[in-house]
């Protein structure tokens, strides 16, 4: 789940600004770190740089609790791919990359790199259900159905995202996978969604089986490159009324505005369902109708020194894309952090502490 809190930090964030220009020239500046493209392990900068840990969440803030429920232990975590809508090829390249890159057997193209998606899917892989048995470690992409001609029309509810599925379950070109399987629902930029950019850039839950005859945990995430990208694909894309404010947006490590901030949101969604698939899991919160999740407690932090608006401390190469993590066939990827139970902080491979 995804409350988009992001937007009213960075609004909090602009009242509070009252620094000078040179100073925010100089914030700016070290929001990023300038690598070469072909340095695997970058030399990161002093602790020194951004030491303080209370932007990064606090045991003393956040109740995350267990409320007995499954987690997605079984191995692998098969996910069942449904492209809605019309793709470019190289677009289901980037994401597929993604996925392929949870595993640890290919999380990277160097082995040598510590900063890698597998890495930052160690921190989901700490979650454990009653039994003791840990969120798997590895995902495989076990099908791919492409709905191009819009079986439900070009915008979906809530409802109707099921029926996506329930059709390509009855079709079969997916099987009914009960303990392994999770459904990803990726809709193209053309497609608008219920509550898209008001109030969520993805979801997850589990379908209903008045409605696809089965009890099958699901995520949905919509391209947002041409709706709303200053808000679900932030910070590649900054809102207008920030104009001026000296936050520029990060250039995205893969040339795609709203595929780059989709993966980001896939990440978020996938660590939530792998975590809390029935809602009956790990989540913060008494109310399970609106549970604060894993990812929802680290929402716009990406490094060290993170939050109220500032990724914090992420890399860049030379010609200034900005990445936080590696992953399959050199792929570079800008990936929110996830809460750590061990920790009691959020978490990602690039940690400088």
């Not at 595993?103 to 040598?112: D, F, L, M």
């Not at 379950?169 to 629902?185: E, M, N, Q, R, W």
């Not at 894309?237 to 104009?243: L, T």
Request: proline share 7%; net charge neutral; charged share 15%.
């Amino acid at each position: 789940m995804e409350p988009l809190n992001l937007i009213f930090s960075l609004l909090t964030l602009l009242l509070l600004s009252s620094s000078s220009s040179s100073a925010k020239r100089h914030e700016q500046s070290v929001q990023t770190l300038s690598i070469k493209p072909d340095i695997i392990n970058p030399k990161l900068p002093p602790k020194s740089l951004s030491s303080n840990k209370k932007f990064e969440g606090s045991s003393n803030l956040v109740d995350l609790k267990y409320h007995m429920g499954p987690v997605l232990s079984s191995s692998p975590i098969n996910v069942y791919i449904i492209w809605y809508g019309k793709w470019a090829p190289q677009q289901q390249s980037l994401i597929r990359d993604f996925l392929h890159s949870i595993s640890p057997s290919s999380s990277s193209s160097s082995s040598k790199s510590t900063q890698t998606v597998s890495d930052w899917w160690k921190t989901v892989s700490l979650y454990t259900d009653q039994t003791g048995a840990n969120v798997s470690r590895n995902l495989l992409i076990a099908g791919e159905y492409s709905d191009h001609y819009y079986s439900q029309g070009s915008h979906l509810t809530r409802l109707s995202v099921q029926q996506v599925i329930g059709n390509a379950v009855k079709t079969a070109p997916f099987p009914v996978d009960h303990k392994h399987g999770i459904y990803l629902i990726l809709t193209s930029v053309d497609v608008t969604m219920q509550d898209f950019c008001r109030a969520v850039c993805g979801f997850h839950y589990f379908t209903f089986p008045s409605l696809v005859g089965y009890t099958l945990p699901y995520a949905w995430i919509g391209n947002s490159g041409k709706q709303c990208p200053e808000v679900c694909a932030y910070p590649f894309a900054v809102p207008g009324y920030m104009g001026g404010s000296g936050l520029a947006a990060l250039k995205p490590p893969n040339d795609d505005v709203g595929v780059d901030g989709m993966i980001s949101v896939i990440g978020h969604e996938l660590a939530e369902l792998s975590s809390n698939p029935l809602i009956n899991a790990w989540y913060a919160g008494e109310d399970p109708t609106a549970p604060t999740e894993i990812g929802d407690l680290c929402e716009g932090l990406y490094g060290t020194g993170g939050g109220g608006g500032y990724t914090g401390q992420v890399m860049r190469d030379r010609k200034g894309k900005t990445f936080n993590m590696y992953g399959k066939k050199g792929r570079r990827f800008l990936i929110q952090w996830i809460w750590s139970p061990v920790l009691k902080a959020c978490a990602g491979p690039n940690a400088l502490d």
